[in-house]
């Protein structure tokens, strides 16, 4: 079916047919993965999605996307959830694709966007630093002039899966002698230019998510700065604002719930009082945080800019997801030690436990944004 078409469903006939497109389509090895997967594991799903043109739901239709507002973006998002579909290598997607639609020169447009739907180009976000992760403008990347391009030395921590990433985007410092929070650039780069080393680094559960990048001399030429030098700063918050939107998507919460549910049927708990009440609330909280997620949805549709109060949504959604997983690991007794799924199971408690730890501090960490949100949106005091 053309987007067109699609424009002519009522919201209960487009659900009904995401609904049975995605239950056709997703690879079934892939649904409800016990982690997140890797470019070569969740790439049949990202180009399944890109050949439908369903990759960019948010972006405009004359880019690639499919041009939808916050209500079919939630269908789709709550179709996704509920088939247990994948979370694919995204950050071009969700961030990059963005950022570049708003702020980036026409050649880079038409340059990176294609090549973002294709595949061809996968990204990772370069941010954090040792001594700047929640702390973003105290980074200590630095960036010196050469004339036709800048040379980058320093080092990034905890990049997601920057070792599937062909291309990456990095904030430095351009200017050492500006005030915090200026004098810093938005940079885009290969993963391979020379000098740029990548390492791995397990996490909890075994799993090479993250890694730590080390800048050698790496030279980036002039036209891979977006928008203009030393203003990397104000569109880097408002990029967070993009990661706080998706990383506060309902998605995770709601697969952890689902799997609540599944892993109580198979304990033989559906039926006791206790689950159910704790079942409700968690059924009620997120109810709560889709509202919520909506309203900063139906916000970037309408093209408005994100302000601090973002984080609230990033705080509800990992911590919800958090105490999701907490009730899991105590429902499965005997099996929450498991580093794989249970015997005879498709669940994995003690995974998703370990999935749901670092959401409350990649991202910027819960604690930083309650300071945030205290001084920005309370007028409290530093």
């Known amino acids: 079916m053309k987007l067109e078409d699609l424009d002519a469903l009522d919201d209960a006939a487009f659900r009904a047919h995401i609904r049975a497109w995605v239950e056709a389509h997703t690879p079934p090895e892939l649904r409800f993965p016990r982690r997140r997967l890797h470019w070569h594991e969740n790439r049949p799903w990202y180009l399944k999605l890109s050949a439908q043109g369903w990759l960019a739901p948010a972006w405009p239709r004359e880019h690639g996307g499919m ?21 694919i290598s995204d950050m071009g997607v969700l961030m990059l694709g963005p950022m570049l639609l708003k702020h980036g020169s026409t050649e880079q447009q038409r340059h990176f966007l294609p ?13 954090s630093e040792p001594n700047a992760g929640s702390d973003l403008a105290a980074l200590r990347l630095e960036a010196v002039d050469c004339g036709d391009h800048w040379r980058l030395n320093g ?11 062909n291309w990456i985007f990095v904030l430095a410092r351009t200017d050492k002698a500006a005030k915090k929070q200026a004098g810093i650039s938005f940079l885009l780069l290969p993963a391979d230019s020379p000098g740029l080393t990548i390492r791995p680094i397990l996490n909890l559960d075994l ?19 977006v928008g203009e030098v030393n203003q990397g700063w104000t569109y880097a918050k408002a990029l967070l604002g993009f990661e706080r939107v998706a990383i506060g998507s309902p998605r995770l919460s709601a697969n952890g ?5 599944r892993l109580a049927d198979a304990v033989g708990k559906s039926d ?13 909280d997120l109810a709560d945080l889709k509202a919520l997620y909506e309203s900063f949805v139906a916000a970037l549709n309408r093209g408005e800019a994100l302000g601090p109060e973002v984080a609230i949504l990033k705080i509800v959604q990992t911590e919800l997801y958090q105490r999701i997983t907490d009730a899991m690991l105590e429902l499965a007794g005997e099996n929450a030690g498991l580093l794989d799924p249970m015997p005879g199971q498709a669940l994995h408690p003690a995974g998703q436990f370990l999935m749901a730890r670092p959401s409350t501090i990649f991202g910027g960490s819960s604690e930083i944004l309650r300071n945030v949100l205290a001084r920005s949106l309370l007028d409290l005091p530093a």
Not at 115 to 127: N, T
Not at 257 to 261: I, M, P, Q, V
């Open 257 to 261: 719930l689902g799997a609540l549910k």
């Open 207 to 225: 799993h090479d998510e993250f890694c730590e990048i080390f800048f050698d001399d790496v030279r980036v030429p002039k036209d891979m700065v």
């Open 67 to 87: 041009g939808l507002g916050a209500g079919r973006q939630l269908i789709m998002i709550e179709e996704f959830e509920r088939w247990g579909c994948p979370r």
């Open 155 to 165: 080092q990034k921590t905890w990049i997601t899966f920057a070792n599937d990433a």
């Open 272 to 284: 006791d009082p206790a689950f159910l009440e704790a079942y409700a609330r968690f059924r009620l």
């Open 115 to 127: 090549r973002i739907l294709s595949g061809e180009e996968i990204w990772a976000q370069v941010y």
